[in-house]
């Protein structure tokens, strides 16, 4: 039997967009080709992506904030060869799986919870619903809370947490029992628990979508006000876990133990999907009661080979090269540096986040009051939000994110493994996007973008 050529399947896609277009998503193709994403990156190395033509860009997107190691780190790519080579097998279901115990004691130890479980997943929405599922199997009550604008995933469970309506809309009736509270507001959660038990709060350190921080304080006050009413504190670390934020778990900031952790993203390597759910053991014992009950939570591909040689490898880079260390040191030189780019522009109304998971908003009045378009209406933030990001790709090799339709937010989460001069090459891209869109060249960015969005921001 012949092998696969994988570089003679790359070179076999001429059109790589259309066959995408036509066999997956052709509004989502619609959407990369508006905003200047249509081009094939061939190659990562590092906080850098390579395109087909050799041009090179600071990828501050990072796979959503996943790949914190860096792309195609060595360490990481060496232990997947070693676990391919070895001939381990892989999913045998039934056994106690050597890797997923040396991973589950790595991470406990690196999270400091040396005397909890673990859960291992395949991605952080999973580990949400699992989340979810212990809250409810652990305390016996079914209402869980949660805080608007955050974001937790887009399967059934998690997306009836999830803060953003315009994400819910179209898919039915989701879970029942959950409400939502303002973010950074204790009062609301005391009332709400007042009003009746909760099995979880839901919560981020920082807001994906948002980069809203949630003090160090007002953590502490939630946490007091869950340990006292018997409802156990979820805090969804997925994107701020492990290094993000300047600290091992965002969480960490405030000194607070939540009673159940969901991880992700950075413990791929940006390679494998993984997850895990940390847990105190009590709640586990709730969940996994008797060996008839001991699978009742599980999933074909949790604990595979390669993801649980992925997780140790991340693990072991983040503490080796100390990245929560340069998370925040980074991170510290990065808001510096955009809060100057705001003075200095006045087109950015705040700079929000923590670490190297920070956001811009944008001052849409300042920079579009004047553009007057037909059919922009409630989409007027996000199409000036993403003339910004196009504006980045297309003339500073710079990729961004715009974080939703209904604000004009921006994101950078890059790799932790930056170095102080990509930190002032970013800064530098937004400055001077910032001062040659804020004129009458936004206008008519704008008006292309509105054009070749039409029938994909809104049905």
Not at 206 to 218: F, I, P
Not at 272 to 290: C, L, Q, T
Not at 368 to 379: C, D, T, V
């Amino acid at each position: 039997m012949s092998d696969i050529d994988l570089d003679s399947i790359m070179r076999a896609c001429a059109d790589p967009g259309d066959r995408y277009a036509r066999l997956l998503n052709p509004r989502f193709y619609k959407l990369l080709r508006a905003l200047g994403f249509d081009r094939t990156f061939i190659r990562g190395e590092g906080p850098w992506l390579f395109d087909e033509s050799g041009e090179r860009y600071l990828d501050a997107i990072a796979g959503y904030a996943a790949i914190t190691i860096g792309r195609n780190h060595p360490v990481l790519i060496n232990a997947l060869h070693q676990a391919l080579d070895s001939g381990l097998p892989s999913l045998v279901q039934f056994e106690a799986n050597p890797l997923a115990g040396v991973l589950a004691e790595r991470l406990l130890e690196c999270t400091g919870r040396e005397n909890d479980r673990v859960y291992f997943t395949n991605s952080g929405t999973e580990g949400v619903e699992a989340a979810l599922k212990f809250a409810r199997a652990s305390t016996a009550r079914n209402r869980i809370i949660h805080c608007s604008r955050g974001f937790h995933g887009l399967t059934l469970g998690a997306l009836s947490i999830n803060g953003n309506p315009g994400l819910r809309e179209g898919f039915g009736p989701l879970l029942e029992d959950v409400t939502e509270i303002p973010f950074r507001d204790a009062a609301a959660l005391a009332s709400a628990l007042q009003e009746q038990p909760a099995a979880a709060f839901v919560i981020e350190s920082v807001q994906g979508k948002t980069l809203e921080v949630a003090e160090d304080q007002y953590l502490r006050e939630v946490s007091d006000l869950c340990r006292r009413s018997g409802t156990l504190l979820v805090a969804d670390e997925v994107q701020s876990g492990l290094g993000r934020t300047g600290a091992i778990l965002g969480t960490d900031h405030a000194g607070i133990r939540p009673d159940i952790v969901v991880l992700s993203k950075a413990l791929s390597g940006g390679m494998v999907p993984v997850g895990a759910v940390i847990a105190r053991g009590e709640i586990i014992d709730d969940v996994f009661e008797s060996m008839s009950r001991s699978h009742v939570h599980s999933s074909t591909f949790k604990e595979n080979v390669l993801a649980m040689v992925a997780g140790i490898a991340s693990l072991h880079v983040l503490r080796e090269e100390r990245l929560e260390q340069r998370a925040q040191e980074l991170g510290t030189l990065l808001r510096e540096r955009l809060e100057a780019v705001a003075a200095a522009t006045g087109c950015i109304k705040a700079v929000r986040g923590r670490g190297l998971m920070l956001g811009i908003e944008l001052d849409v009045e300042r920079m579009a009051g004047s553009i007057k378009l037909p059919f922009i209406g409630r989409h007027r933030s996000t199409l000036v939000a993403q003339a910004v990001v196009r504006h980045l790709l297309n003339e500073h090799h710079v990729l961004a994110l715009s974080t939703s339709a209904e604000s004009a937010t921006i994101k950078f989460t890059p790799s932790l493994v930056i170095e102080p001069e990509q930190v002032e090459q970013l800064a530098s891209a937004v400055h001077r996007t910032l001062e040659r869109l804020d004129g009458t060249t936004l206008g008519a960015d704008i008006h292309g973008l509105a054009g070749m969005t039409r029938g994909i921001l809104s049905p």
